[in-house]
């Protein structure tokens, strides 16, 4: 993960800061990590950088292995301290995240390592399958954080992102209000590619508004825009004109940002200080 990831961008200190601090280090340029990946996805967002047959679970390009398995891999190669838990969408399997956490425990690797789930927030799964006791133990785990990406900043952004249907958004920001309210160390990241960009400012300010209103009122400073690139694996799907129209919605998002955490920008915390020195290199 790289903390200035393009020079048209804003930065990214996801995972960087909860890693770090956890870990008590300087926050590096770059940060290594291990990634595990679910092969399977139960969405189709048109830039995705993971090719559709990586995401479709096929024994051909994926298989069957234990967390415990990867995790005695990882330790054993000396491989990064950070692991991310992504996909496809790691909580299509609701267990996934609990079982790794279980197996850090066991194998006493919480001191030395940090778990990072980044999902979509596309599926209840989690919270239809998770036991009370269960999501608790999770919760209360030393060095586990999670971040969800929505795929828009409202239902039309998201629809055309993801070629779902409209109550896709809703849907996502009711799973991130749930996490939230579990009270796991949960971030989120957004993506700002839109089919159109009219009134941009007011459709930017409303989503930030139901942010705060339904997440919590200094959430936004723990959300971070994606830039979203053309690779080969997305080049026959890639839609030019959404993506350009993101440069357009992240000029709305900082200007935003700034009018509504002036004074936390200047005086609080790492993250915020991050966002705000991002903010002033666009």
């Known amino acids: 993960f790289k903390l200035h990831p393009s020079k048209n961008w804003i930065d990214n200190p996801l995972p960087h800061l909860p890693v770090c601090t956890y870990f008590n280090i300087p926050i590096p340029e770059v940060l290594p990590v291990q990634l595990f990946q679910l092969s399977v996805c139960n969405i189709n967002c048109w830039y995705c950088f993971v090719d559709k047959k990586l995401r479709a679970g096929h024994p051909k390009h994926s298989d069957f292995c234990s967390p415990k398995d990867l995790l005695e891999k990882a330790r054993a190669e000396n491989q990064p301290r950070v692991i991310v838990l992504s996909g496809g969408q790691p909580d299509l399997v609701p267990e996934y995240n609990l079982w790794f956490l279980q197996s850090r425990q066991e194998l006493g690797m919480e001191k030395s390592h ?65 996490l939230t309210q579990i009270g796991f160390d949960q971030y989120a990241y957004v993506t700002l590619t839109t089919p159109y960009v009219d009134q941009i400012d007011k459709r930017i300010g409303h989503f930030l508004d139901r942010i705060q209103t339904e997440i919590g009122p200094d959430f936004p400073l723990k959300m971070v825009p994606l830039e979203i690139y053309k690779y080969a694996v997305n080049a026959g799907r890639y839609k030019d004109l959404a993506a350009q129209n993101q440069y357009v919605a992240l000029k709305s998002w900082i200007r935003e940002i700034n009018i509504r955490f002036q004074t936390k920008i200047r005086h609080n915390d790492t993250l915020i200080r991050r966002l705000s020195h991002a903010n002033e290199h666009v």
Request: proline share 2%; charged share 25%.
């Open 114 to 178: 940090f778990i990072w789930t980044d999902d979509n927030l596309s599926t209840d799964l989690f919270f239809q399958t998770m036991t009370a006791d269960q999501m608790d133990y999770m919760r209360s785990r030393p060095g586990y954080a999670r971040v969800g990406c929505l795929k828009g900043f409202d239902a039309v952004s998201a629809a055309f992102n993801t070629r779902t249907n409209l109550s896709f958004f809703d849907e996502q920001m009711r799973r991130l209000k749930q």
